[in-house]
């Protein structure tokens, strides 16, 4: 069955970090770019970064640029998504989600929700003091 597991989530104060990660079963991830994706209370879901299979290629919101960053272990068949200096308005449920590489979903940003196939359940960031 094909899986994809977020944790990392947190109660966090604003300026501090967290580390996400997406860790598939059931497939192998080399042959998916990722999405992460956020969705706050009352609002629409939300594209935050990308990357590719290879890696080479990463998107951010600008809205986290330059505070978050995307990486990728395929070893470890494992995303993960720092984020740093965060910010009240951070809070939200964090999903990751895979397609297959070929569609270049990457390639374009905002990345589309519709162009993702598998998704994780989430994983909850709270930014408070």
């Known amino acids: 069955q094909l899986q994809l597991v977020e944790s990392g989530g947190g109660l966090v104060q604003p300026g501090g970090s967290l580390r996400l990660s997406c860790a598939a079963s059931g497939f192998t991830l080399d042959y998916y770019e990722i999405g992460w994706f956020r969705q706050a209370p009352g609002k629409e879901r939300e594209g935050v970064s990308c990357i590719s299979q290879s890696g080479g290629r990463t998107n951010y919101a600008d809205a986290v640029k330059g505070r978050f960053t995307i990486s990728r272990d395929n070893a470890k068949n494992t995303v993960f998504l720092q984020l740093n200096s965060l910010k009240p308005e951070d809070t939200a449920v964090y999903y990751c989600?895979?397609?297959?590489?070929?569609?270049?979903?990457?390639?374009?940003?905002?990345?589309?929700?519709?162009?993702?196939?598998?998704w994780g359940r989430g994983t909850q960031v709270t930014v408070s003091s």
């Open positions: 989600a895979a397609v297959r590489g070929w569609i270049g979903a990457c390639s374009r940003f905002p990345i589309s929700i519709d162009e993702y196939s598998y």
